[in-house]
């Protein structure tokens, strides 16, 4: 079974958006920036390191950009039979799973982070990661401390991040190194996130989370704060409000995906800091980074490379890396210009219909299998329009 996950903040990085900008699911980005009021193009294909670094910038481009390769992965048919994001990126998680409107997504991110960024910027805290020591022992150090300073991410074997005041995170780091820890080493962030330093941040997260409606995912999306997959709408408001300010058990997560049965982990978004970590806790997994078009290729190969003989299902939709499919760029009623094209060829760009006024073109050139939808249908937007397969 599939399980995509989405990173958090810090999975940013200048430019990411370089590769995605002529694809048809950059519309998200100029849909996400008339929700902001921000040119948010511009932030994923021209700022800095420095600017992306700010968390109100960090988490908003991380999210949209995540949510465009989803929805690119959706229009050539690859879905999931599960959803996990480390902390923002649990956001994403339920966005794409269903459980949250994309412009109410859009909003709680931003909300997200401002609220993040004002708290961190009240009180002054920062974070580290301590390598090689187990979690007890990272725990222990941290209540061998007599000032502010508590685990914040459990994120693999050997690999624990604390988070609190700079001075309780100098005590820890010399205390964890006494003990056998490898490394101790600061992380590039203003805030203590996921302590109670967030408590200011989590109270207006509070009030925006109440604002918006959940509803039930399409699939279990597995929570920060408990490790455990929720499929309840109702769920979800006090898990995202105790996530500010409780530690990220990402270890956890993913030894509940592995007991779920999860055996292939694909890590939507930019870089792959997931995939290292899934690499470093399970040893009996397949993982892949989809972080650009050309990595949805190898995706696509990696899952027809595990396309079973008998003809056995799997649960998820697994397509042969030869099959594409053509989705509705909008929502409204479908119309196409031709119903007997089957068993043709055509070429990328080939209009096939279209839905209200807009155009739905193939973004791939191949020999046409059928039509998805009839005639007059009423569609979702990125719903299934026709299925091709590549032709040589």
Same mark, same amino acid.
């Given at each position: 079974?599939?399980?995509?996950?989405?990173?958090?903040?810090? +999975?940013?990085?200048?430019?990411?958006?370089?590769?995605? *900008?002529?694809?048809?699911?950059? %519309?998200?980005?100029?849909?996400?920036?008339?929700?902001?009021?921000?040119?948010?193009?511009?932030?994923?294909?021209?700022?800095?390191?420095?600017?992306?670094?700010?968390?109100?910038?960090?988490?908003?481009?991380?999210?949209?950009?995540?949510?465009?390769?989803?929805?690119?992965?959706?229009?050539?048919?690859?879905? @999931?039979?599960?959803?996990?994001?480390?902390?923002?990126?649990?956001?994403?998680?339920?966005?794409?799973?269903?459980?949250?409107?994309?412009?109410?997504?859009?909003?709680? /991110?931003?909300?997200?982070?401002?609220?993040?960024?004002?708290?961190?910027?009240? *009180?002054?805290?920062?974070?580290?990661?301590?390598?090689?020591?187990?979690?007890?022992?990272? &725990?222990?150090?941290?209540?061998?401390?007599?000032?502010? /300073?508590?685990? $914040?991410?459990?994120? @693999?074997?050997?690999?624990?991040?604390?988070?609190?005041?700079?001075?309780?995170?100098?005590?820890?780091?010399?205390? !964890?190194?006494?003990?056998? $820890?490898?490394?101790?080493?600061?992380?590039? /962030?203003?805030?203590?996130?996921? =302590? #109670?330093?967030?408590? #200011?941040?989590?109270?207006?997260?509070?009030?925006?989370?109440?604002?918006? %409606?959940?509803?039930?995912?399409?699939?279990?999306?597995?929570?920060?704060?408990?490790?455990?997959?929720?499929? !309840?709408?109702?769920?979800?408001? !006090?898990?995202?409000?105790?996530?500010?300010?409780?530690?990220?058990?990402?270890? *956890?997560?993913?030894?509940?995906?592995?007991?779920?049965?999860?055996?292939?982990?694909?890590?939507?978004? #930019?870089?792959?800091?997931?995939?290292?970590? =899934?690499?470093?806790?399970?040893?009996?997994?397949?993982?892949?980074? /989809?972080? +650009?078009? %050309?990595?949805?290729?190898?995706?696509?190969?990696?899952?027809?490379?595990?396309?079973?003989? =008998?003809?056995?299902?799997? %649960?998820?939709?697994?397509?042969? !890396?030869?099959?594409?499919?053509?989705?509705?760029?909008?929502?409204?009623?479908?119309?196409?210009?031709?119903?007997?094209?089957?068993?043709?060829?055509?070429?990328?760009?080939?209009?096939?219909?279209?839905?209200?006024?807009?155009?739905?073109? +193939?973004?791939?050139?191949?020999?046409?299998?059928?039509?998805?939808?009839?005639?007059? &249908?009423?569609? =979702?937007?990125?719903?299934?329009?026709?299925?091709?397969?590549?032709?040589?």
């Amino acid at each position: 079974m599939i399980v995509f996950t989405y990173p958090g903040q810090g +999975s940013q990085k200048m430019g990411m958006g370089n590769k995605w *900008q002529d694809h048809p699911s950059w %519309e998200l980005v100029l849909e996400a920036s008339s929700i902001t009021g921000r040119d948010l193009s511009n932030l994923l294909l021209n700022a800095d390191d420095d600017e992306l670094k700010q968390t109100k910038n960090a988490q908003i481009t991380t999210f949209i950009t995540s949510m465009v390769i989803f929805d690119a992965l959706q229009r050539v048919g690859v879905e @999931a039979a599960s959803h996990a994001g480390h902390s923002l990126g649990e956001y994403t998680a339920l966005t794409a799973s269903g459980a949250l409107d994309f412009e109410d997504a859009v909003k709680l /991110v931003t909300e997200r982070g401002e609220a993040m960024q004002a708290c961190a910027e009240s *009180q002054e805290g920062t974070m580290a990661a301590i390598l090689g020591l187990d979690d007890e022992l990272v &725990e222990s150090v941290c209540h061998r401390v007599d000032d502010d /300073v508590w685990v $914040a991410n459990y994120n @693999a074997p050997g690999q624990v991040v604390i988070a609190g005041s700079p001075s309780g995170i100098e005590a820890a780091s010399e205390i !964890a190194k006494e003990i056998g $820890a490898k490394r101790a080493m600061r992380l590039p /962030v203003s805030g203590a996130f996921h =302590t #109670p330093y967030m408590e #200011p941040a989590r109270d207006r997260l509070r009030e925006a989370i109440e604002s918006v %409606e959940f509803r039930s995912p399409d699939h279990p999306v597995y929570a920060n704060v408990d490790a455990i997959g929720h499929e !309840a709408a109702g769920d979800w408001p !006090a898990l995202l409000s105790s996530q500010l300010t409780s530690p990220v058990r990402w270890r *956890q997560i993913l030894h509940q995906l592995e007991a779920a049965g999860f055996a292939t982990f694909v890590e939507v978004g #930019p870089g792959a800091v997931l995939t290292g970590m =899934t690499k470093r806790t399970l040893k009996d997994t397949s993982n892949i980074s /989809v972080s +650009s078009p %050309e990595s949805i290729d190898s995706l696509l190969e990696m899952i027809s490379g595990q396309q079973p003989s =008998t003809g056995d299902s799997l %649960e998820g939709e697994h397509l042969f !890396a030869t099959e594409r499919l053509v989705v509705s760029p909008c929502a409204g009623v479908f119309v196409p210009t031709n119903e007997d094209l089957i068993g043709q060829s055509i070429h990328a760009g080939f209009l096939l219909g279209l839905v209200n006024e807009t155009e739905v073109r +193939s973004a791939f050139a191949g020999e046409i299998q059928g039509f998805l939808a009839v005639d007059g &249908e009423r569609v =979702t937007s990125s719903q299934p329009i026709a299925w091709l397969r590549i032709t040589k």
